[in-house]
């Protein structure tokens, strides 16, 4: 059973790891699929014509994620080139990892006007098109490291945290209008996100899992095909940990 067809989307940050991933399997349940990059403009196109070859309508657009009227331009050309939107994804995300006492400003400020103010930027942009329609599913990539904190992480704990908060704030705001908002929050994933990270530190997080195993693009996806679809209908202001058990 497909689960989103005909159902248009947009994904930020989809060139490469968990955004991709949600790109193919979604795109694999029928959903056209508009996407962003911030600089991999190579890797964009090839997704582009393999969401394609799946029989959908798909796009790849270069929008940063943390510009207001980026976010906004970029909405409109979605619009216009899809003819409407259903369900956005706030996936688009950075780190820029150090200890408080060597972390610079520009390193705060940069994660948390990419990770958290991008979602303001993004859930601004589609609010009056999903208002208009009375339905929309917003999900918002958070982390479990935004649950628990992380040393080391501070910038990244704190937008991932905020994100949270913002999650709840928009599924009671919209709610009445029949708009879900919720987040999710994996663990370690195995991207190029995570492939900085040295070997100590891959085996000190795949030790704390459970399952025993880092978690791949395609099980964030599957989480997030739940929350898009109708199967999630009754489900909003919620965090749900894709993480391998780590957060139990
Ligand atoms: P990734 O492999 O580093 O990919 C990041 C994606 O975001 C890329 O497509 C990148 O585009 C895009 N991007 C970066 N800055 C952007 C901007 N300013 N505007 C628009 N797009 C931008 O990361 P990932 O591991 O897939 O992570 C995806 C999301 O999941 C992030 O929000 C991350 O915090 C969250 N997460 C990841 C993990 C994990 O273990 N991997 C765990 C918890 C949460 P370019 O390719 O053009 O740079």
């Not at 216009?80 to 390193?107: H, W």
Request: aromatic share 6%.
């Amino acid at each position: 059973m497909k689960l989103l067809e005909g159902k248009n989307v947009i994904i930020t940050g989809a060139s490469r790891g968990i955004g991709k991933g949600i790109a193919q399997v979604f795109a694999e349940h029928g959903a056209n699929v508009a996407f962003t990059y911030s600089s991999s403009e190579a890797p964009a196109l090839e997704l582009e014509k393999e969401l394609e070859g799946l029989g959908v309508k798909a796009k790849a657009y270069k929008s940063n994620a943390a510009s207001f009227g980026e976010s906004e331009d970029l909405v409109a050309k979605v619009l216009e080139d899809f003819g409407g939107i259903d369900v956005l994804i706030n996936n688009a995300g950075i780190t820029k990892d150090n200890l408080l006492m060597r972390m610079g400003e520009d390193d705060f400020d940069a994660v948390i006007e990419i990770n958290l103010k991008s979602v303001f930027n993004m859930t601004k942009a589609v609010q009056r098109t999903l208002l208009k329609q009375r339905k929309g599913s917003i999900i918002n990539m958070s982390s479990v490291v935004g649950v628990k904190g992380n040393a080391g992480q501070t910038n990244y704990a704190a937008s991932k945290a905020g994100m949270i908060g913002f999650t709840k704030s928009v599924a009671l705001e919209l709610g009445s209008r029949n708009i879900r908002c919720n987040a999710i929050a994996p663990g370690f994933i195995e991207t190029e996100m995570t492939d900085k990270l040295d070997e100590k530190t891959v085996q000190g997080w795949r030790d704390a899992i459970p399952l025993k195993r880092g978690g791949s693009p395609e099980d964030v996806a599957n989480a997030c095909l739940f929350l898009a679809s109708d199967m999630s209908a009754y489900v909003t202001g919620q965090v749900l940990n894709v993480d391998g058990g780590m957060l139990t």
